[in-house]
């Protein structure tokens, strides 16, 4: 899914020049954040963790036969579901997730041998499960478990629901739609509702004869249903090994626009009736984005087809089912007249992060909710990659710095942050773990990751993981563990360091000529919002660092790994009048304090714009985060008067300081967005 707890993306006012890219409108920091049931614009408080056993292995899932027959009056639905299964331990009991579903009958009958009914179905409500009791013993081996039930199409917006929308003529209507993850497959048929228990679905709709039906596959029949003549029974084709959390089924009124990509995959939008125009945008950026993704991961978008389709009522942004992605409204459609380029950039960005997770997430799938951070961190990360090569003229990797990165080191500095990846036990704590530190921030580590590695053996090791695990599930450190293979780097120890401990450092960083080099001395501490770090163990990080200077400040000099809190290193042949610059790009997940000698001396490539924008935004940053923690704050005041004094006005310069040297560091934070917006 999708969500991005970040400030709009305007900036580029005070230490880069040239015209601003247009500005995401409130509609995006609202909508990617609410792309899960609970809003996060900030930090999730933590929940108390509540006792949880997962589901027995003693039988499981081969394959689900399912047929759901709703009403669009009544809002409910029939269902029966045929699934091949396989007990693995013999046992009188079957436990599965069920929520808001009534079972009428349900039975077992093993492979050759004669039917066993259920004599009990025991609900455990708060668990979301289902214990079906049988007479004897099922022993080991495969067998069909056959289950009638009924459900209603709920108006929670989770699980198979109801979502009301309006006819051109203006009539009031419903479609069946579904929204599954993390825990709502459960609400439409019973199943085991984990991610590691994958299995393939057969998927049969029995709709009205005048409603779209879709579903995970493409239509392989379509015929009239024999106790009704105004339904029809449409059946899909059998999907791939998958969780269930990706099966999705949607019944309604909808147009499409229709396309193949470059590699022969069906690409359609589905919209609201009479607005197919507006869902040609979101059609070409998927008709682009499929084949950079095939070839990114050298891996082929496993089904014949991928449908795009915009929801009336949706709760979360938009949701990756496999095949079959639903969008709110406003996350797919761009009317061509009167949608602003702002809207285009984030519909972009959306389908690019869905897409990608056809392969991560929907091809290879975390073990459990534990990992789902990188499923989400890595789509938030390579949606902008995708976004950059179809469209370079947006430069998203500013909007980047400037929304995501800079919003995850804001709320990670403060004492109440988390680890990104938090361990989950009860399915219940998935939502609450969904903020901008597993977004932004894990989108801005495997950012650093990637420029660590180096974009050939990023994608030499994402390839063998896609690979090794495919229709498979994972866990965080199998990546670690191809991407070390690939690049011969100690991935997984320096990863543990950003992963499994909050907060981020500060590196201070002093430098000395000596003959004709330039001798650094770093030295890193953990940042903190509330000022200096004054705990007895301090934390610390394997930090990549990249420098960069003046003789060329789009690439650089030397890259090393901070894997300790002090450092000196050598910077041959740097001339005295040269500038040095840490943290190209913007890309490592850390700030920088430079020695006053150092940041008078980058003055000059502020004024003549030979510092990089995003590289002039990176040191923005810094120093405002900075200024409220100084013990001399006349000299700060200086510090900071100097670089303004390189691109603004001295009024608007005084201005600036006398409100930041005035307030708290919240306030600053508040100071700052207005000045990105401009004063």
């Known amino acids: 899914m999708w969500l991005a707890a970040a400030a709009p993306s305007l900036a580029r006012r005070l230490l880069f020049l040239g015209?601003?890219?247009?500005?995401?409108?409130?509609?995006?920091?609202?909508?990617?954040?609410s792309r899960r049931h609970h809003l996060h614009l900030g930090l999730a408080a933590m929940p108390e963790k509540r006792p949880f056993e997962r589901l027995p292995a003693d039988v499981c899932p081969i394959n689900y036969s399912l047929c759901l027959k709703p009403d669009l009056l009544d809002f409910t639905f029939e269902g029966k579901l045929e699934a091949a299964a396989q007990v693995r331990q013999a046992t009188n009991q079957i436990v599965m997730n069920c929520a808001d579903i009534d079972i009428i009958t349900a039975s077992y009958a093993p492979e050759g041998d004669e039917e066993i009914h259920a004599t009990g179905f025991n609900y455990q409500n708060e668990d979301e499960k289902v214990t079906l009791s049988f007479p004897s013993t099922l022993q080991t081996g495969t067998g069909t478990l056959k289950i009638d039930f009924v459900g209603e199409l709920n108006d929670k917006m989770k699980g198979f629901y109801r979502s009301k929308y309006t006819t051109p003529s203006g009539e009031v209507r419903y479609?069946?739609?579904?929204?599954f993850e993390a825990t709502d497959a459960r609400r439409a048929f019973p199943c085991w509702d984990e991610p590691a228990i994958k299995a393939t679905f057969d998927i049969s709709l029995v709709v009205p004869k005048d409603r779209v039906a879709l579903s995970n596959m493409n239509v392989i029949d379509r015929k009239p249903y024999p106790d009704d003549e105004n339904l029809v029974e449409v059946k899909f084709a059998r999907t791939p090994v998958m969780s269930t959390y990706l099966v999705a089924f949607v019944v309604g009124e909808y147009d499409f626009v229709e396309t193949r990509s470059k590699d022969g995959v069906c690409v359609r939008v589905y919209t609201p009736v009479g607005k197919a125009e507006q869902g040609k945008f979101a059609l070409e950026v998927a008709a682009k984005t499929l084949p950079f993704y095939k070839d990114y991961f050298n891996v082929p978008y496993p089904l014949p087809k991928i449908d795009l389709i915009a929801i009336a009522d949706f709760a979360a942004g938009a949701m990756e089912n496999w095949g079959l992605v639903t969008y709110r409204e406003t996350a797919l459609l761009i009317d061509p007249k009167n949608s602003c380029s702002s809207s285009r950039q984030w519909v972009a960005l959306v389908v690019g992060h869905e897409l990608a997770h056809q392969w991560f997430g929907n091809l290879v799938t975390m073990e459990w909710w534990t990992h789902l951070w990188l499923n989400e961190g890595f789509a938030s990360w390579i949606e902008y990659l995708c976004v950059d090569h179809c469209f370079p003229e947006y430069d998203i990797w500013t909007q980047f710095v400037s929304a995501d990165y800079t919003r995850a080191q804001e709320l990670d500095a403060l004492d109440n942050?988390?680890?990104?990846?938090?361990?989950?036990g009860h399915?219940?704590?998935v939502d609450e773990i969904f903020d901008a530190i597993s977004y932004s921030k894990g989108a801005s580590v495997i950012r650093m990751l990637h420029d660590y590695i180096g974009d050939k053996d990023f994608k030499k090791g994402m390839n063998m993981y896609l690979t090794k695990f495919q229709q498979?599930?994972?866990?965080?450190e199998d990546l670690w563990e191809s991407l070390e293979n690939a690049s011969g780097k100690p991935i997984a120890a320096v990863m543990n360091t950003w992963t499994k401990q909050m907060g981020f450092p500060l590196v201070y960083v002093e430098d000395e000529q000596v003959e004709d080099d330039r001798l650094l001395k770093l030295s890193q501490k953990k940042f903190c919002a509330s000022g200096p770090y004054v705990g007895e163990d301090c934390p610390q990080w394997m930090v990549p660092i990249t420098i960069s200077t003046s003789e060329d400040p789009n690439q650089a000099k030397?890259?090393?790994l901070m894997d300790k809190p002090d450092m000196n290193v050598v910077l041959k042949n740097v001339k005295p009048d040269q500038w040095i610059k840490l943290n190209l790009g913007t890309v490592g997940f850390y700030r920088t304090q430079y020695s006053s000698a150092m940041l008078e001396s980058l003055l000059p490539g502020i004024r003549d714009l030979s510092l990089p924008p995003v590289d002039r935004l990176g040191l923005q940053n810094d120093l405002f985060s900075l200024l409220h923690k100084q013990a001399?704050?006349?000299?700060e005041k200086n510090r900071i008067e100097r670089v303004l004094g390189a691109t603004l006005l001295p009024e608007l310069i005084q201005k600036v300081l006398t409100f930041a040297l005035s307030v708290s560091y919240k306030e600053n934070c508040l100071l700052r967005d207005l000045l990105l917006t401009g004063i």
């Open 632 to 635: 001399d704050m006349q000299e």
């Open 19 to 33: 015209p601003p890219p247009p500005p995401r409108p409130l509609l995006l920091l609202l909508s990617r954040s």
């Open 472 to 476: 498979k599930n994972a866990a965080t």
């Open 558 to 560: 030397l890259k090393i």
């Open 417 to 424: 942050s988390h680890p990104i990846e938090v361990s989950v």
């Open 427 to 429: 399915p219940s704590e």
């Open 175 to 179: 479609a069946a739609v579904t929204q």
